[in-house]
């Protein structure tokens, strides 16, 4: 164990990718992310790696793509603006199955909206905000040691899946400094993509269709083939042709399907006899927190079921635990968004309440706890 | 047992850093601690507040919900925050008139004038808060507070900003007896 520090959440999600082996880094900086481009700027060279200020969002992802493409590890940090701009090649990143990892430090929104104010108003961009089904994993950490724990796992799904992933977090989580012990470079698990052994014969979409994931082999090392961001068959050029679509997209979406029980991630606190429960994720869940235990101090039965995946959401574990439960509160930093998963996966047997806070403001404990404790609105 | 502390005035002011050397010192006396922050967009001028929470416990909400020490160095942020206070004590800068109206137990301390006057450098101002502060409050010890202020100050101010600090010891001293 290293010794405790006091540490930034974007500090730590910057050590957390130097420390999962990212090398390449582009981006165009934004409050409240711009500590992780700065830490990138001052760290990748000295580890050999590249840093490149772009001239946008859209340039920003285009060049981790690209970097990806050679066999570089590749991040950008951005937040709302900036997300919106990076939508197009996220699902580029998808169909071309390139591992990238992206960082969006969440601000007010829509549009530049409230640039120093925490907000969660992009959870479902995060999800759908490029066009067509497409795969993405959506990590939310909910402290600091979690933004580094989360963008190792982060670069870790993207090198095992050949998926863009989203670390989602806010300006509360992003600008907080709190004591933090990361775990040795030796404890850490750092995947690699796979890559084939001889250039002849390689077919660069060639894969199971249960979800299988291709063979990467990175440009410039002899291999020669095509990436594009129309539907291809196994040799990566074009093709319009139904059943090749058909098998093509379903093996995309499937491989996060199959991912979900490995990669599946949350945090329970008093769940087990728990009559009220409480859902959130990121910085509303530590409010969500402080009020479930003094709901507990008050004799009140509630719980906290934090999703640290949040995309694919831990269905079976959430339906368990909401299928005892009298209520579910749903507090979050926008007008119901993570409130409509949990309806989906639990409304029709439990009334799923909603509890929306827009203003710029983290939570107080005390609205959740007044909402906890004052039964249904 | 969580000891909440807000500091409040102008951007620019430095209050970001004395809320991070507090948190920092907190953490290299055992205790657990987290710093928040909010400003506006702006680089100076506009409002600022830093925020720290210290506790020997787990600390779940990272935000101030009714602090036990306001730091007040801008009539505005007397202003706003003043009233807010229940419990805690207020440090106000002694520029700043008072309020009759807000009966927290307020401590008047000429923070901004020791810095730009006996110090000769108003940008340490921050730093004399932070003595003034951890004065009052007593929440960590002097000498762990500067190794914390050495750690984070830029090189070459360090002499400066200890000599801050200590007048800021010395101001919490005084206007407690």
């Given at each position: 164990m290293t010794k405790a520090k006091l540490m930034q959440g974007?500090?730590?999600?910057?050590?957390?990718?130097?420390?999962?082996?990212?090398?390449?880094?582009a981006g165009y900086p934004i409050t409240p992310s711009t500590e992780i481009a700065e830490l990138c700027a001052e760290e990748l060279p000295k580890v050999g790696?590249?840093?490149?200020?772009?001239?946008?969002?859209?340039?920003?992802?285009?060049?981790?793509?690209?970097?990806?493409?050679?066999?570089?590890?590749?991040m950008?940090?951005?937040?709302?603006?900036?997300?919106?701009?990076?939508?197009?090649?996220?699902?580029?990143?998808?169909?071309?199955?390139v591992p990238i990892v992206i960082v969006n430090v969440q601000r007010v929104g829509p549009s530049t909206g409230q640039p120093t104010s925490p907000a969660q108003g992009d959870l479902m961009q995060a999800r759908w905000g490029t066009h067509g089904d497409h795969p993405v994993v959506v990590l939310a950490p909910g402290n600091v040691k979690e933004c580094f724990e989360l963008t190792v796992k982060a670069f870790n799904i993207a090198e095992d899946y050949r998926v863009p992933v989203v670390v989602l977090t806010d300006e509360v989580i992003g600008h907080m400094r709190e004591k933090v012990v990361l775990p040795e470079q030796a404890e850490l698990k750092v995947s690699r993509r796979k890559m084939p052994e001889a250039p002849g014969g390689y077919k660069p979409y060639e894969a199971d269709d249960d979800g299988?994931?291709?063979?990467?082999?990175?440009?410039?090392?002899?291999?020669?083939?095509?990436?594009?961001?129309?539907?291809?068959?196994?040799?990566?050029?074009?093709?319009?042709?139904?059943?090749?679509?058909?098998?093509?997209?379903?093996?995309?979406c499937r491989k996060v399907e199959k991912a979900e029980p490995v990669i599946r991630d949350y945090v329970t606190e008093s769940t087990d006899d728990c009559e009220?429960?409480?859902?959130?994720?990121?910085?509303s869940a530590m409010s969500s927190l402080s009020a479930v235990r003094q709901a507990r101090a008050k004799g009140v039965k509630a719980g906290l079921f934090r999703p640290k995946t949040v995309f694919p959401f831990p269905e079976e574990?959430?339906?368990?635990?909401?299928?005892?439960?009298?209520?579910?509160?749903?507090?979050?930093?926008?007008?119901?968004?993570?409130?409509?998963?949990?309806e989906r996966l639990a409304g029709c047997k439990t009334p799923v309440e909603r509890l929306s806070k827009v203003n710029g403001e983290l939570f107080k404990p005390e609205e959740i706890l007044a909402r906890v404790m004052g039964g249904a609105k | 047992?969580?000891?909440?502390?807000?500091?409040?005035?102008?951007?620019?002011?430095?209050?970001?850093?004395?809320?991070?050397?507090?948190?920092?010192?907190?953490?290299?006396?055992?205790?657990?601690?987290?710093?928040?922050?909010?400003?506006?967009?702006?680089?100076?001028?506009?409002?600022?507040?830093?925020?720290?929470?210290?506790?020997?416990?787990?600390?779940?909400?990272?935000?101030?919900?009714?602090?036990?020490?306001?730091?007040?160095?801008t009539p505005e942020s007397y202003k706003s925050y003043g009233p807010l206070m229940g419990k805690g004590t207020i440090i106000v800068d002694a520029s700043v008139p008072l309020n009759p109206e807000i009966k927290a137990r307020t401590l008047s301390i000429p923070i901004l004038k020791t810095a730009s006057e006996d110090l000769g450098k108003k940008v340490v101002a921050n730093i004399v808060a932070l003595g003034?502060?951890?004065?009052?409050?007593?929440?960590?010890?002097?000498?762990?507070?500067?190794?914390?202020?050495?750690?984070?100050?830029?090189?070459?101010?360090?002499?400066?900003?200890?000599?801050?600090?200590?007048?800021?010891?010395e101001l919490a001293k005084a206007a407690r007896a």
């Open positions: 974007n500090e730590a999600c910057t050590l957390g990718a130097l420390a999962a082996g990212l090398d390449f880094y790696g590249k840093f490149v200020q772009m001239e946008d969002e859209i340039g920003s992802a285009a060049a981790i793509i690209g970097a990806s493409l050679t066999g570089r590890k590749t950008t940090a951005t937040s709302g603006p900036g997300f919106s701009l990076m939508q197009e090649l996220i699902g580029y990143a998808g169909i071309a199955e299988g994931v291709p063979l990467m082999a990175s440009f410039g090392q002899g291999y020669r083939y095509h990436v594009t961001g129309l539907f291809h068959d196994e040799t990566g050029f074009p093709s319009n042709k139904g059943d090749i679509t058909d098998r093509f997209l379903r093996r995309l009220v429960l409480v859902v959130a994720f990121g910085s574990a959430l339906k368990a635990i909401a299928a005892k439960a009298k209520r579910i509160i749903v507090p979050e930093m926008n007008l119901g968004q993570l409130a409509l998963e949990i | 047992m969580r000891t909440e502390f807000r500091l409040s005035g102008s951007g620019g002011q430095g209050l970001l850093l004395a809320g991070i050397v507090l948190a920092e010192a907190a953490i290299l006396e055992d205790k657990n601690a987290v710093q928040t922050q909010s400003y506006g967009p702006e680089a100076r001028g506009g409002a600022s507040k830093a925020e720290v929470v210290i506790s020997p416990e787990d600390i779940d909400y990272p935000k101030a919900t009714d602090p036990d020490f306001l730091l007040a160095l003034a502060l951890a004065g009052v409050s007593g929440i960590v010890a002097e000498q762990t507070l500067a190794l914390a202020v050495k750690n984070r100050v830029p090189k070459g101010t360090e002499e400066l900003n200890l000599s801050a600090l200590k007048k800021g010891f």
